[in-house]
C-alpha cells in the first residue's frame, strides 16, 4: 500500500530511507519517483570510457579486463585493483583490504561500475567504487536471456553510497506495492494531448521496456512541468489583472502630446505600435504589465517617457528604477534632456506644462535628499528616479501611477510583485519592465511569464554598424599590440574607447571571481582592471587620458568618472561590466573586451552595444586565450559573426543550463523543472500556456480540478521557500 505521501522509512526501511534522505533530501516515495533516470543504458552497451568527466560522480557499464593484487608497502594489507575497460580505453578501480573481491570479479565479467572519476597520472580512475556484476549473461536459458538483454538500465543521478543500480531497487520496491496515484490532469485534457496517464508515465519512466516507452513518459511528465508553471502564471496574471489601478486615458492637450510635437526625430514604426499599445493598457483601470524588450540602442526610453507623461497627464507619479546609482543618475540626465522646456518645472526657462524630474539615490546630500523626498511627497516630482531602494525603502509619493523597471531581466515575479504592492495601498501602479536582453520565446513564457510582452525590433536610423573581431592571444599575439595600436588611433581620430575586464583586481581573497567559465581549471586568471590601467598607462596607450571605473568605486566616483567620460575628457576608459547596461556615451567608437570568454554571449552583445551609439561605426575586439574550435572560442566566433541579438540570445540558451537561465525565485529550482526544457520545448510550452490560459479564464480558483489546483500549490510552496531562502 503505497502512495505519493507515504513515508521512505516505512515503504524502503530507516536505513535505506536515512541515506536517500542525506543523498537527496527525500523523505517520501512521490519524492523517489521524481527522482528520474538521467539516461538509460543497454545492457549489452559499455559506457565510452574516453567520455568521462573528471570530478564527476560517474555510473559506468564495463567488462572486467584483469586484476591484479599486492602487498601495500607502508601498511598492513593489500592492494586489489581491477582494470575495467569498455573494449577501447580502460580504467581502473582500487580496493583496499578486500583482497576476496578477487573471487566475483573475473575477467571478461560485465557490471556496473560508479564512484567519482579521477586521474593520476593520465590515467582515469573511479574513487571509492561501488559495482554490481551482472549475472543473466551467464544464463543458459534463452528466452530469459533474450528479455534481459533487451531490457533498459536506468542510470539515476546517483552519489556515494547511494548508487545507481540502489535507487533502482527502490524504485522497483515502491512500484510493486504502488496503489497508484489520481491523476492531476483532467481525462479530456489528456486526451486532448494525448498523453499517457501518470502512473503509467511513472512506471515507463523508471522501468521501460524501450526507448519509445521512455519518450511517452516523458512526454506526459513534460506536461506537468509545463502546465504547473503556466497555470501559476496564468493565475498570477488574473489576479493581478484584477486588481484596481489608475486609469490614465491618454489626452490630447497634455504633456505628452506637447512633448511630442517637440521631438526632435521621427519615432520608428517599432516605437510607435508599442507606444500605442502601452497607451491603451494604461487607460485601464486594471494595472498593465508589459515587458518591452529592444536592442540597446532601440530608444527605448523614449517610450518609456511618453508612457510616463500620460500618466503625468492624469495628475499622477510615475517612478524609474535602474539596477545602480550610475544608471539611475544616468536615466535622470537623459529624461531630463529628452524633455527639454518640459522638465525642471519652475525653473526658469521652463514650459509652464512642465513637470520636474527628480533622482533620489542614496548618495544625494542629506540637504538633496530631504528635498527629494519631498519632491516625491508632495507630488511636484513627475517622474522620480532612482534604484530598487526607492521602492524598497518605502519612499512615499502623493499618486504613484506607474512604475519602469529598466534593464532588469533578471528579477522574479514575486519581486515584480513586491515592487508593487505596498503595504496597506490597495490600487496598484502600472509596470512596464524594459530590457536590452533579447530574450527567447520559451523564456519569455516562463520566467517573465506574468508579463504581456512586446519587442522594438528595429533600430533607429542613424546607428552605426558594429564590427567584432576576435583577436586570439593564443595563435596570434601580435595582434593585442596592434589592438592597441588601434585604440591610439580612435583616440587620435577624436574618439573614445572602452577597455573592459572581467575582475576588478586586487581582491582580498573574497572570492571575487565573477565570470569563470571554467572552462579550463588550468586557466590563468583574467586581466584586471587595475593592473591593466597601470600597464596600459606607462605602456602601449601612455600619454592619454585613462580613467578607471568598477563597482567598488563609490558610487560619487563612479559617477564623477562617468560624468569625465561622458565629458570628452577621459580618452580610454577601463572598467568592469558596470558599463554594460544603459550608458550612452556617442562619441565612444571603440571597445576592447579581454578575456571575453569569460563572459556569456549575450552579455558580450550587449557590452558592445555600448559603442557605436553615435555616428561613426563602432568596433569591439574579442581578445581571449580560448583556443581555435574549443566552445569558447566558438562562441566568441558566433557574437563576432552576428549582430542579431535573438540569434544570439538562442544561443546562449543552449550553451547555458535551465537553472542558470531561470536563476532564483523564478521557477527554476531544480525540483520544478526536471524533464521540461527551455531549449527543446517551446511548442509544448506554447500549448500548456494555451491550455493554462483557459482553464484560468473558465474557473479562476480551479476549484473544479483539484489535481491542477494542487499543482500550483506545490509549486507555489517550493518557488516561496526558495524565495525566502534567497531574501
Ligand atoms: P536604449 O533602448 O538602449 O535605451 P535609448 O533610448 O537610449 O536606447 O536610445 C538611444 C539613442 O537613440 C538616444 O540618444 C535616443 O535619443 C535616440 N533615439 C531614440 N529614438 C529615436 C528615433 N526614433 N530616431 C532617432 N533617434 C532616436
Ligand atoms: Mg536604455
Same mark, same amino acid.
Given at each position: 500500500m503505497t502512495g505519493w505521501d507515504s513515508e521512505l522509512d516505512r515503504v524502503l526501511g530507516a536505513k535505506t530511507a536515512k541515506a536517500l534522505n542525506g543523498a537527496f533530501g527525500m523523505t517520501t516515495a512521490g519524492d523517489l519517483l521524481r527522482h528520474y533516470p538521467r539516461r538509460y543504458a543497454e545492457r549489452g552497451e559499455l559506457t565510452p570510457i574516453g567520455g568521462l568527466e573528471i570530478g564527476e560522480h560517474a555510473t559506468v557499464l564495463a567488462r572486467v579486463e584483469r586484476v591484479s593484487k599486492r602487498k601495500m608497502r607502508s601498511r598492513k594489507g593489500t592492494i586489489l585493483q581491477a582494470r575495467i575497460t569498455d573494449g577501447t580505453r580502460s580504467m581502473s578501480c582500487t580496493f583496499f583490504n578486500? @583482497?576476496?573481491r578477487e573471487r566475483e570479479l573475473l575477467p571478461g565479467r560485465r557490471g556496473m561500475f560508479a564512484g567519482k572519476v579521477t586521474a593520476y597520472r593520465s590515467e582515469l580512475q573511479l574513487a571509492h567504487p561501488e559495482y554490481q556484476l551482472f549475472t543473466?549473461?551467464? =544464463?543458459?536459458?534463452q528466452g530469459a536471456a533474450r528479455e534481459f538483454a533487451s531490457a533498459l538500465i536506468p542510470v539515476y543521478p546517483a552519489s556515494q553510497g547511494v548508487p545507481s543500480w540502489s535507487l533502482a531497487r527502490c524504485v522497483d520496491q515502491v512500484l510493486s506495492g504502488w496503489d497508484g496515484v489520481v491523476d492531476p490532469l483532467p481525462e479530456s485534457l489528456r486526451e486532448r494531448i494525448g498523453v499517457l496517464g501518470l502512473d503509467a508515465a511513472l512506471r515507463r519512466i523508471h522501468q521501460p521496456e524501450d526507448l519509445a516507452q521512455v519518450e511517452q513518459a516523458k512526454y506526459r511528465l513534460k506536461w506537468d512541468e509545463a502546465l504547473g508553471v503556466q497555470l501559476s502564471l496564468a493565475q498570477s496574471r488574473e489576479q493581478r489583472g484584477a486588481r484596481p489601478a489608475p486609469a490614465c486615458p491618454p489626452r490630447q492637450d497634455g504633456l505628452a502630446a506637447a512633448f511630442e510635437a517637440e521631438l526632435p526625430f521621427t519615432l520608428t514604426a517599432g516605437q510607435l505600435e508599442v507606444g500605442e499599445r502601452i497607451a491603451e493598457d494604461l487607460a485601464h483601470e486594471h494595472p498593465m504589465n508589459r515587458l518591452v524588450q529592444g536592442e540597446?540602442?532601440?530608444?527605448?526610453t523614449v517610450v518609456a517617457l511618453r508612457a510616463m507623461l500620460q500618466v503625468i497627464d492624469s495628475g499622477r507619479q510615475a517612478a524609474m528604477l535602474a539596477p545602480t546609482e550610475v544608471l539611475a543618475a544616468q536615466h535622470a540626465r537623459s529624461l531630463r534632456e529628452l524633455l527639454g522646456e518640459f522638465s525642471?518645472? &519652475?525653473? !526658469? $526657462? @521652463? =514650459?509652464?506644462?512642465a513637470t520636474k524630474v527628480t533622482l533620489l539615490t542614496g548618495s544625494l546630500s542629506a540637504a538633496q535628499r530631504k528635498q527629494a523626498l519631498l519632491d516625491a511627497a508632495s507630488g511636484s516630482a513627475g517622474i522620480v528616479v532612482g534604484t530598487h531602494a526607492l521602492i524598497q525603502d518605502g519612499v #512615499?509619493? %502623493?499618486? !504613484?501611477g506607474m512604475v519602469v523597471v529598466d534593464e532588469?531581466?533578471?528579477?522574479g515575479v514575486e519581486q515584480r510583485d513586491a515592487l508593487r504592492v505596498? @503595504?496597506?495601498?490597495r490600487s496598484c501602479p502600472h509596470l512596464l519592465v524594459m530590457t536590452a536582453t533579447p530574450i527567447p520565446r520559451t523564456v519569455a513564457m516562463t520566467v517573465f511569464g506574468d508579463l504581456r510582452t512586446s519587442a522594438l525590433r528595429e533600430l533607429p536610423n542613424g546607428r552605426s554598424p558594429i564590427g567584432t573581431t576576435v583577436v586570439p592571444t593564443a595563435e596570434k599575439p601580435s595582434w593585442l599590440e596592434r589592438a592597441w595600436q588601434r585604440v591610439r588611433e580612435e583616440v587620435e581620430a577624436g574618439h573614445q574607447v572602452y577597455v573592459v575586464c572581467s575582475r576588478v583586481g586586487?581582491?582580498? $581573497? =573574497? &572570492?571575487?571571481?565573477? *565570470?569563470? #567559465?571554467?572552462?579550463?581549471?588550468?586557466?590563468?586568471s583574467p586581466v584586471t582592471v587595475l593592473e591593466l590601467a597601470e600597464e596600459l598607462g606607462a605602456?602601449? !596607450?601612455?600619454g592619454l587620458r585613462l580613467g578607471v571605473l568598477h563597482g567598488r568605486l563609490a558610487s560619487e566616483d563612479k559617477d564623477s568618472v562617468m560624468r569625465s567620460f561622458a565629458a570628452g575628457e577621459i580618452d580610454v576608459l577601463v572598467a568592469t561590466?558596470?558599463?554594460?547596461?544603459?550608458?550612452?556615451?556617442? *562619441? @565612444?567608437t571603440m571597445m576592447v573586451i579581454m578575456d571575453?570568454?569569460?563572459? $556569456?554571449t549575450s552579455q558580450l552583445h550587449q557590452l558592445r552595444g555600448?559603442? &557605436?551609439?553615435?555616428?561613426s561605426p563602432g568596433l569591439c575586439l574579442l581578445v581571449s586565450e580560448a583556443v581555435s574550435q574549443t566552445p569558447a572560442r566558438n562562441r566568441l566566433e558566433a557574437v563576432a559573426s552576428t549582430t542579431d541579438g535573438f540569434e544570439l540570445a538562442r544561443l546562449d540558451l543552449q550553451q547555458r543550463r535551465e537553472g542558470d537561465v531561470l536563476g %532564483?525565485?523564478?521557477? &527554476?529550482k531544480k525540483s520544478t523543472l526536471r524533464v521540461l526544457s527551455l531549449v527543446h520545448d517551446e511548442e509544448l510550452i506554447a500549448e500548456a500556456r494555451a491550455e493554462a490560459e483557459e482553464f484560468v479564464r473558465q474557473d479562476p480558483e480551479l476549484s473544479s480540478h483539484p489535481g491542477l489546483a494542487a499543482m500550483v500549490a506545490e509549486l507555489v510552496a517550493e518557488e516561496r521557500a526558495e524565495f525566502l531562502e534567497k531574501a
Open positions: 578486500q @583482497a576476496w543473466e549473461e551467464d =544464463s543458459d536459458e540597446v540602442g532601440s530608444g527605448k525642471g518645472a &519652475g525653473e !526658469l $526657462g @521652463a =514650459s509652464d506644462r #512615499s509619493f %502623493a499618486d !504613484l532588469q531581466h533578471r528579477f505596498r @503595504a496597506g495601498e586586487d581582491e582580498s $581573497g =573574497s &572570492g571575487a571571481r565573477e *565570470n569563470t #567559465s571554467g572552462e579550463d581549471g588550468e586557466q590563468r605602456g602601449p !596607450l601612455e561590466t558596470v558599463v554594460e547596461v544603459g550608458v550612452d556615451v556617442p *562619441n @565612444a571575453a570568454d569569460r563572459f $556569456g555600448r559603442v &557605436g551609439r553615435g555616428a %532564483a525565485a523564478q521557477s &527554476g
